[in-house]
Every structure is written in C-alpha cells, then in structure tokens.
C-alpha cells in the first residue's frame, strides 16, 4: 500500500521535519562550528581547538573517555547475560522484565542523579542505615567510582534494549541448526549467538559510549566539583567564562571523537555481518 | 525392506497440559522415505524434534541403531536436520554455512573445501561459496540447508516442512530433487508435512497423524487405496465417505442401495464406512446405474472435471473427463473392487482419535 501519492506529496509532508531539522540542529551545528574556528576578534583560528593539549583540558578529556569506557564495558557485562535470560524467557514474562528496566526512564534524568546523591552522600541514606546497623560507612560520593555508578545507572537501558532486541531475533531454529551440525552451547554462542547479536551490541555501546563521554551532569553531582570531566569544562566555558569560541573549539573535539566512535563501529558492523 | 535405524518406543508429550503425543509407537527402516503427515497440531514436528533432540519426551524411549539416544543432545546424534524457513546462519557466506559442522568437527581445509563444493555440486549450486544467504531465493536457500546438513554424512535426514514456504511450482521442482538426492545419498530421511500430495510424491512410507496418534502407517498406494478410518480417507485426497451397512461378505448397502463389493469379515447387517474416491464413481445413464441422481455443480480442474451429484440425500464428488451438464439425470455406478470398506469408530475414544478437523 503506498500512503502518499507520489513522491511530490511525501516531500511536501516531510517539510516540517526538514525545516526542524534545519532550526535545531543544522544552525546550531554550523553556529558551533563557527565559533569553535574564529577567534574574538572574527579571524580564523585553531586555537581554540588546539586548547584541548593543554594539560587541564586534557586530563579532562582523557578522565572523560576513561570513564566512559569502564561504564560503558560495565553496562554491557551487566546486559548482555540479563538480555539472553530474557530472550529465552515465554513472551508473557519478559514483557513485565523489560518494563522494569525502563520504568526508571520514566523519570526526570536530573531528578534520578540527584537521588543517588543524597543516597550515597556522606550522612546520606545509605550511610545513615549502616550506621544504625554497625556497619562500616562507605564514602564514594564525590569519586570517580560514584561517576560510573551513576552513568552506569542512567544509561544501562539503553545497552539492555538493543542487546535484548537483536537477541530476540534470532530464530530458534538457528540455534538449534548450530546444534543440530555438532555444535555445543559454548561453540554456538561464540560462532552464531554472538555474531548475529553484534548489531545490537554495536548500537547498544554507542547509545552508552556517547552520553557518558559527554555528560557534565552526572559528574557534576555525583563528581562533586573537583573531578571535571570535558563535558564540564565545556559547560564552564559558556556558562560561566562566556568564552563560546573557546567552548565551541572543545566541543567540536568531542564532535569528532563520537564521529570517531561511530565510524569504528560501522565497519565492526560491516565485518561482522557481511564479510 | 531394510532393518530398523530409528525406532519410538511408547512416547507420550505434552506442553501445558496438552496431550501432544500419546503412546506413540514407530519403526523407521534404514535406506527409507519416510513421510509423516498429518494436519497441524497432529504431533508430527514435535515426532522429528524429539528425533532431533530439541526435544525430549515425558516418556518413552528413542532408540537409534540398537542404542538410546533418548537423553543425548542434538550436536551428539548421528543425524541432521533440515529446518523450516531454512534457518540458515546470515552471518556467514555460502561456503562458511556448509562447512559449519565440518569445522567443528575440525576436519582440514582442504577436506572442508571438497566437500563444500560436492555439496553445492549435488544441490545444482555450483560457484555459489562467496554469496550470502540473503542474496538467494527461497528455493536456493533451502538447497544450501539440504547441502549444510548432508555434508555430515548423516546417517538421517530429518527435513521440517522444508517446502512450505516456496511456491507452487518451486515446490514440486524440489520434490523431485529430494527424491533424487535421496536416491544419491541412500540415507534415510525423515519428511514432515500437511501436504498429502507432497507425501504421495515422495514417500515410500508414509504414517498418517492426527491428535498424537498414529492413524495409518503403509505404502503411498496403500493409504490412498485402503483408507484404514474416515479420517485418513478423508485427509488424503477427495473422497465420498458414506455411513453404510455391511449385508453380508462382498455385499454392500449404500444409501439404500445395494452394491457388491469384495471385502469379506465384517460380519452381517454391521454398520460400517464406506469410501468411494470421487475418479472411481462412474456416472451412467440413470437406467443403467444402481442408483440415480441429479448433477448439482460442474468445475472444470483441467485434467477432468468435477462434479456434484445429488442421489438418494447424498452429495457425491465424482472427477470425470466426461461432462454432464448441470441439472442432467444420471446414474451412479461404482466398480466392486473400488468400494472401500471401514470399521466404523468402535468407541468413543477411537472416534475421538478419528475425528476430522
């Protein structure tokens, strides 16, 4: 069934889309870009991308991809088993499983960051009640270690449901051709589960990878004020030096390390499903 | 013909409660074709998965060349499975599919590639090794599922509806191909289908199921021929399946009508059924038939025709290359050696047994 009657009508209809597209994130884009080669006084310049050697910038650069990494492995340890239980699970179940996971995303981002922090705060929550159980108190705010935690927390969904989706897709009967031609549980998930599940693995490390690497405010509250990542120091710069050329320079860094990412990842995808 | 490969001894399943397959008993000769048919939710996929290993029953015991094999899982069984929708691995080439179950048997390269390539050889595939299973037709996808799993020299083929989802004509082609490569191979194979036509064509022996049991088991000629119940006369073929009454020996009463026939020990004046395939009732001038009808509908199906003949309240199906036209008076005759004779369901537990879908 064709819903538009020709191509004319369809362009016509997907006008809005395109005018938005232009309005929010081409402008923008172009505006960054702008700012992030041109100086204060309008010259052209690398400077401000050039910055991100600087030994401040790039430790925080650095601190940022590291962390980023560890939760975004971290995410995928914790998916990928949760993602094949539930694939093999009757339908009816894994439903109520799955809502689960996703509940949280129902809630307010900040609302949810927040709550870890007044949890694991020093006379926090958690604190307080293994106080009351003499128990030794644990003080993790304001570590790297709460960071993770934190992105880790708000971004483990978004590993969990590609994962889950392409796992769900493979047929049962692959598995059990797999099995059928002599292999055992461990030669078919090596050879056939995890390959046929490598695009949801790929999208699901994207859609973590790259929140992580940019988020200012889960370190920011969880980090405390000490530990910046690039995404700080970027907010920094607009908000509180008003230096957008300086700003725009680090963020197109940013811009290209998750083009960076992406393109890794397209051919892993390519190597993996068409060799 | 041959001894025993495969042989089910008393298996019983069930899923949720649902009886699928009840004491079922089945010998499977080596060398042989073997079809089991029967409509959907019969017990014939659950049969070839427990065959397969996919399965394993409540009860009973599969029992391959002389040992149980009930408990073993499927990479550890001699045999091989043909899937439905061919389940082929996407991920991997041609050549990569086939040669799966010969890498993980670590066999070398140069083996592997042989063997490869007699495999696409057999299935009439050649110089397909670099091409990805989503490239090709159903038709040639399922040709590399048939090559995937005979380049194990398996000792069986178990094949799940593997025609099902092609069409008309590619269905009848792979017919023949199947038949051929099982007449090449001289392995057995194990053929599930609904289609009575498909097990006609290819089988040697064929076990008609229906609600988990066993309904018929024979030669293709034997179950179209000698229907054993209602439903398998009714499940294989066209067929009239008249509620009639056993005279006595080679004497028939059809809807008041006495015809002969030549099946003997049914006792006297017992109810039985009575199957008249729709070729084998001839339609004659009304004095010359023993008893007499009007012709209600006529299709034309190509090789003969077809139609409905109202006689003594019964609508009989009659195929004929000879027409009467709608509304013309005929007479039906039918030759003794064609009449059917069936016990009628004795109880009702066999009746439920019987029962047509």
Known sequence: MKLFKSNKSAGLMASPYIAWALIFIVIPLCMVIYYGITSADGNLTIENIATIFKPGFFKALKRSVFLALISTFVCFILSYPLGMILSSMKLKKNAYIVTLFILPMWMNFLLRTLTWMTLLEKKGVINTIFEFMHLPTISIINTQGAIVLGMVYNFLPFMILPIYNSLNRIDENVINAARDLGADSLQTFWRITLPLSMPGILSGITMVFIPALTTFAISSMLGGSKILLIGNVIEQEFTQLYDWHLGSGLSIVLMIFIFINMIIENLADKGGVNK | ?357
């Open chain 2, 1 to 357: 013909m041959g001894k025993d490969l495969i042989t089910l001894e008393h298996i019983s399943k069930s899923y949720d409660g649902q009886l699928i397959l009840d004491d079922l008993n089945l010998s499977i000769y080596e060398n042989s074709f073997v079809t089991l048919l029967g409509p959907s939710g019969c017990g014939k996929t659950t049969t070839l998965r427990i065959i397969g290993g996919f399965e394993m029953p409540d009860q009973g015991r599969v029992i391959f060349h002389g040992q149980d094999i009930t408990k073993l899982s499927p990479n550890k069984r001699q045999l091989n499975t043909v899937f439905q929708k061919y389940a082929l691995f996407t991920h991997m080439t041609i050549a990569e599919n086939i040669a799966f179950g010969l890498k993980i048997k670590n066999k070398s390269a140069s083996y592997i590639k042989d063997k490869v390539k007699y495999a696409l050889k057999l299935v009439n595939l050649e110089g397909f090794e670099n091409r990805m299973p989503d490239s090709l037709s159903g038709g040639q996808q399922q040709r590399i599922a048939i090559a995937r799993a005979i380049v194990n020299e398996p000792k069986v083929l178990l094949l799940d509806e593997p025609l099902g989802a092609l069409d008309l004509k590619m269905r009848q082609d792979m017919q023949y191909e199947l038949k051929r490569l099982k007449e090449e191979l001289g392995i057995t194979f194990i053929f599930v289908t609904h289609d009575q036509e498909e097990a006609l064509t290819m089988s040697d022996h064929i076990v008609v199921m229906n609600q988990g049991y066993i309904q018929q088991e024979g030669s293709p000629e034997k179950i179209y021929n000698e229907p054993e119940n209602a439903f398998v006369a009714d499940f294989i073929g066209d067929s009239n399946i008249i509620r009639s009454t056993m005279i006595r020996d080679e004497l028939v009463e059809i809807l008041g009508a006495k015809f002969a026939c030549v099946d003997k020990g049914f006792g006297e004046n017992k109810p039985v059924d009575v199957v008249i395939r729709p070729e084998d009732v001839e339609l004659v001038a009304p004095e010359n038939g023993t008893i007499k009808g009007i012709v209600t509908d006529l299709t034309f199906k190509g090789v003969h025709y077809e139609m409905d003949v109202q006689a003594n309240g019964y609508e009989w199906l009659v195929h004929s290359t000879k027409l009467s036209p709608v509304g013309s008076k005929v007479g039906i005759k039918v030759d003794p050696f064609n009449i059917q004779i069936m016990n009628v369901p004795a109880s009702m537990d066999e009746e439920a047994i019987s029962e047509t879908v």
